[in-house]
């Protein structure tokens, strides 16, 4: 039986891992990591670690990988898939490492990708420079000259965030001022959003084989910056979208995940933001037909891909509650 890490296993994109996990029609054996004790993901896995906090200045990456490569040799991990954003970078600084002294694989694309992923301004300038439709975007040494090609209302975020704090949506000089004050390292970028235009997608792809292995396009409304309600539709805009991340795709070349946010505009799709990983909506994909992370390790196992039947319809997300009997943990 293969044995998967999840990382983050209390996020909630570890969460969604986990049950995504659980759902294919494959055994494995899922162990986890987190930084936080009060973690539900912790009691969804055979056995859990409390990671030292490699964000905290006096821990050191050597120590992290240390426990890292424990808990991988320990239980003989054959992937290990990342629930946190921030761990991205830090897992590519040790990923030959890992690989050399144990037989996991880091399911995590090389440094490149992840850079231009990760920053807004460079995901905006690869899309242009690669000739593919981008949003208008300027860094704040060039507002005077932006300004007087775009029009209000614009959108103020971070150059390196995976949430919404920190976004702003600014009607005028005055608010887009106030936004620049707040907002840490900022970039600003027109606004895309029209109503039910929003699109969340995700590409598996596997380089070794340059193939891109499945793609799913889902018309999404959002709260609070998640996923509340999803729609996959077969229709022309669907055909459209797909096309597009796929060819962004192939020109990226990512081991495994891109999830894509994006807007259907009159300039065709354009992306705002990729995501270098599995995304919070993979358990959402798997429920319409496609489970992106049994895709993947197949795939890299050499395994016959079955055909996807994609379900249409709509899903709505909802808070559940899970009990944990007193001395369980």
């Not at 991988?72 to 600084?93: Q, T, V």
């Not at 040494?141 to 959108?155: E, S, T, V």
């Not at 707040?182 to 792809?205: A, S």
């Not at 994909?285 to 379900?311: A, D, V, W, Y």
């Amino acid at each position: 039986m293969k044995k998967i890490l999840v990382t983050g296993c209390g996020s909630l994109l570890g969460q969604g891992i986990i049950k995504t996990i659980l759902s294919s029609n494959q055994s494995y054996e899922i162990f986890g990591t987190e930084y936080i004790k009060d973690s539900v993901g912790l009691y969804w896995v055979k056995k859990a670690y409390i990671l030292p906090d490699i964000l905290k200045k006096k821990v050191k990456l050597n120590n992290w990988y240390l426990k890292i490569l424990k808990i991988i040799k320990r239980h003989k991990i054959n992937y290990l898939i990342p629930g946190l954003d921030f761990e991205l970078p830090i897992l590519n600084k040790i990923k030959l490492k890992l690989e050399k002294n144990t037989k996991c694989k880091i399911i995590i694309s090389e440094k490149k990708i992840i850079d231009i992923c990760s920053d807004k301004w460079s995901t905006s300038e690869f899309l242009r420079k690669n000739n593919f439709a981008y949003p208008n975007s300027c860094l704040p040494n060039n507002l005077k000259y932006f300004l007087r090609n775009n029009k209000f209302p614009l959108i103020v975020k971070p150059r390196m965030s995976s949430t919404s704090r920190n976004i702003f949506l600014v009607r005028n000089k005055k608010e887009l001022k106030l936004a620049l004050e707040k907002c840490p390292k900022p970039v600003i970028q027109e606004y895309l959003f029209k109503k039910n235009n929003e699109y969340t997608c995700g590409v598996i792809f596997n380089p070794k084989k340059n193939i891109c292995l499945s793609s799913v396009v889902l018309n999404r409304n959002l709260k609070n910056g998640n996923t509340i309600k999803a729609t996959l539709e077969k229709n022309k805009n669907n055909k459209i979208i797909s096309n597009f991340i796929v060819e962004v795709t192939k020109r990226l070349k990512p081991f495994g995940p891109l999830n894509f946010q994006l807007c259907l505009t009159k300039k065709g799709p354009v992306i705002f933001e990729i995501n270098p990983r599995f995304s919070g909506t993979t358990p959402l994909r798997n429920i319409f037909g496609i489970n992106e992370i049994q895709i993947l390790l197949n795939s890299l196992e050499n395994k016959k891909l079955k055909k996807l039947q994609l379900k249409q319809g709509t899903i709505y997300r909802y808070f559940s509650d899970y009990f944990i009997k007193k001395g369980f943990y």
